[in-house]
């Protein structure tokens, strides 16, 4: 599979593969196949793969640190801090905690889970407004100098929180939100990273799979579907959004690929150093995923896409709007 290089030098597989859509529960009843999705794609050479202590809490990390033992040195493994969680009986507690002494002790939980002596990219999963970013910063940096730790990254910050941990230790990766029907990131995160030579990993780049052009007006979702309570899957936003998947549709016919792998070789073709992150439970959809490796997108695509999405307006926010507040979005 083709590389890439983020911050620091750190060199991935171009594509990430992120387990939460495996199970967020304290219970997994396809675990044993989703273990079984994992080790299959690291056959086929996938290598970045990204988990957090919050899904479950636990037993994400612990599925993919029972997935992937065994081809430690075959893998780069991502994980998140950052939510108030118990670090004794794993109880999520609400809200956001990013004190020293909760990082100290979540790193060692994240090691234990994921059958590992090192994380290779550990992110804050979200910017906790009580704790100065140099304070955390300055911790993840001590777990760099221990050996536990090999990367920093962070979730969902601002530039201003990016420039103030990378002063205290070099950020390697931001992940948040990015795709073609949630470009926010382009007005002022993506010139910062780039300044600062921060590697970019857009999670959600199929739009919880709406720009995959399988989700119309008709779709029921089902009570445990977040996306049932998000405003831009409400049937009327649906509508209105169609118009942004006809688009890749007609630029995919050209180069006989899906909508999926056309949105996915949009975002790689922004930026050499964006490693999109995407998550499927099913076999065919990461192969239909990875093959957007081999579509080359030409000016010309390019210059469409940009044109026609920009008379696109998008209906509907991303998020519902008492979680944008809960996590400071």
């Not at 396809?30 to 079984?36: G, L, Q």
């Not at 070789?265 to 050499?272: D, E, L, R, S, V």
């Not at 990461?286 to 896409?305: C, M, Q, W």
């Amino acid at each position: 599979m083709q590389k890439r290089t983020l911050g620091q030098g750190f060199t991935v597989s171009a594509l990430s593969l992120g387990a939460m859509g495996y199970g967020k529960s304290r219970d997994i009843p396809d675990r044993p196949e989703m273990i079984a999705l994992l080790r299959q794609a690291v056959d086929l050479g996938m290598d970045f793969f990204d988990t957090a202590e919050t899904y479950g809490p636990w037993t994400n990390e612990i599925m993919v640190g029972e997935a992937l033992t065994g081809m430690r040195d075959k893998v780069k493994i991502a994980t998140k801090f950052g939510w108030d969680i118990d670090q004794d009986t794993g109880e999520h507690r609400g809200g956001v905690n990013s004190r020293p002494a909760q990082i100290r002790r979540a790193v060692e939980g994240s090691l234990k889970r994921l059958n590992t002596d090192y994380i290779d990219l550990y992110y804050q999963h979200r910017v906790d407004p009580d704790v100065p970013m140099e304070d955390v910063a300055g911790v993840v940096k001590d777990l760099i100098a221990q050996g536990k730790v090999l990367h920093f990254g962070m979730s969902e910050a601002g530039a201003q929180s990016i420039r103030r941990a990378h002063a205290e230790q070099p950020v390697t990766a931001l992940q948040s939100e990015y795709s073609l029907w949630t470009r926010e990131p382009e007005a002022e995160i993506l010139p910062t990273l780039e300044e600062l030579g921060i590697g970019f990993v857009p999670f959600s780049p199929l739009g919880k799979g709406f720009l995959t052009g399988k989700i119309d007006q008709s779709v029921s979702f089902a009570s445990n579907d977040f996306r049932g309570q998000i405003p831009r899957f409400s049937k009327e936003a649906i509508a209105n959004n169609q118009a942004l998947v006809d688009l890749i549709r007609r630029v995919g016919e050209r180069h006989a690929a899906s909508p999926a792998q056309i949105a996915l070789a949009w975002i790689m073709a922004q930026k050499p150093w964006i490693v999109p992150l995407f998550g499927t439970r099913k076999l065919k959809r990461f192969e239909e995923n990875i093959g957007a490796l081999d579509v080359t997108l030409t000016a010309d695509d390019l210059a469409e896409i940009e044109l026609v999405a920009s008379r696109i307006t998008i209906e509907g926010a991303r998020y519902p709007e008492a979680m944008l507040k809960r996590s400071g979005l």
